[in-house]
Each structure stands twice: as structure tokens, then as C-alpha cells.
């Protein structure tokens, strides 16, 4: 069965640093990119950027680039989402979700989110 | 960047009637397309992909259609379990967004 399980919520402070993660299970992680997706509350989807196991190609989203930092660990099947300094505007749901593979356009599977809250 | 505009905002619809829910792209993406599902506090869930393919386990009712910049997602006979947010998606190059979401609403 395929799963990607992301850490647990995050409480921080604005200026602080993060990293949450995204493990996969259950197919063959290095054949397959993996993107984050930030939900603002009350908002809808963002796409932040993705990353490809095998070799750690990686894309960002214009809006993003700079803002955060994509990276994986393959020996362990992670996925991370990284913050140098989180601003309050962090605030959100983020998601890590597995790109379907060849040419094409899909998220076919899910973690189940990450909360993140920056306040002071 | 490309833009992605769904419509309407919010579609108000009975069990059993048809849906029909529009994703307009800025310029064209050829058949670039998908779309998601989104219960409240669900993760989305994939529907279609490609414009037209529908994903493992989507049921039949759900069918997409278009390309270039018009596309649509048609729900054929509304079940209780298919009032959520639907978003679309797009690829071009290595330059992805979503559109803004339909509320389907009882």
C-alpha cells in the first residue's frame, strides 16, 4: 500500500527555523518526484515546488523560490520542507503528495498534511 | 505564470442532478489538466488527469473533457458524498498552479 506520512504539527515563532518530512512507503520512492502543497486556512491549494528522489532534481514555484528549501533524503525515503525563518504568513496546512509518473499531470497520492502555526 | 479561472465560485445543486464545473487556462496548455476533490478536513484527492483519464478507483459518473484553455468536469448524477471543493491543476514546462476552487453545495 502506498503511504507518504508527514510529521506532526508544528508550533513555532516568527524568525525561528523548521523542517518538517514526508516518508514514503509501499512503491519505489527513487521513480517518482514528490511536491508540496501549502493550503492557507480557509484557503486553496499552492503549489510550492517538487523534487525528484532519484537524483534530487528540483523545481519551485516562482512564488516560493527563496522562501523555502525542498530537499530529500533517499537512503530513508524522506521528503523535507524547510524554513531558515518562519514569517506569521507561513501559517497553513502544508501537504507532500506523489507525482504520477511519465509526461502527464497528477498528485495520485497524499500525505495526510502538516500544520504549521508562526505566532508570536 | 499561467492562471487558471474556475467557474462559477460556488455551484448549488440537488442528489442526483448533473454537474458541470468550468476551468479556464490564461493561455494554452494543451491537455495539461487535473482535477481534485476536497472534502473539509480531507486530504484532496485525485479524479483526472491528462483533461480526460479518470484515476484508479474514480467512479464512472466523473468524466473530464477539453483542451487548450477551455476544460470541464462533469459530474453525471450528484451522490451525497460528492459535495466538496473541486480544484483544477496545470502543467506546463516545469511551472505548475491550481485554480482557485469550486464549492459544489447542497
Known amino acids: 500500500e502506498v503511504q507518504l506520512v508527514q510529521s506532526g504539527p508544528e508550533v513555532k515563532k516568527p524568525g525561528e527555523s523548521l523542517r518538517i518530512s514526508c516518508k514514503g512507503s509501499g512503491y519505489n520512492f527513487n521513480n517518482y518526484w514528490i511536491a508540496w502543497v501549502r493550503q492557507m486556512p480557509g484557503k486553496g491549494l499552492e503549489w510550492m515546488g517538487f523534487i525528484y528522489a532519484r537524483d534530487s532534481d528540483t523545481k519551485y514555484s516562482p512564488s516560493f523560490q527563496g522562501q523555502v528549501s525542498i530537499s530529500i533524503d533517499k537512503s530513508i525515503n524522506t521528503a523535507y520542507l524547510q524554513w531558515s525563518s518562519l514569517k506569521a504568513s507561513d501559517t497553513a496546512m502544508y501537504y507532500c503528495?506523489?507525482?504520477?509518473?511519465?509526461?502527464?499531470?497528477?498528485?495520485?497520492?497524499w500525505g495526510q498534511g502538516t500544520l504549521v502555526i508562526a505566532s508570536s | 505564470e499561467i492562471v487558471l479561472t474556475q467557474s462559477p465560485a460556488t455551484l448549488s445543486l440537488s442528489p442526483g442532478e448533473r454537474a458541470t464545473l468550468s476551468c479556464r487556462a490564461s493561455q494554452s496548455i494543451r491537455n495539461s489538466l487535473a482535477w481534485y476533490q476536497q472534502k473539509p478536513g480531507q486530504t484532496p484527492r485525485l479524479l483526472i488527469y491528462d483533461a480526460s483519464n479518470r484515476a484508479t478507483g474514480i467512479p464512472a459518473r466523473f468524466s473530464g473533457s477539453g483542451s487548450g484553455t477551455d476544460f470541464t468536469l462533469t459530474i453525471s448524477s450528484l451522490e451525497p458524498e460528492d459535495f466538496a471543493v473541486y480544484y483544477c491543476?496545470?502543467?506546463?514546462?516545469?511551472?505548475?498552479?491550481f485554480g482557485q476552487g469550486t464549492k459544489l453545495e447542497i
Open positions: 503528495a506523489r507525482h504520477v509518473v511519465g509526461p502527464t499531470i497528477g498528485l495520485d497520492y
Open positions: 491543476h496545470q502543467r506546463t514546462n516545469w511551472l505548475y498552479t
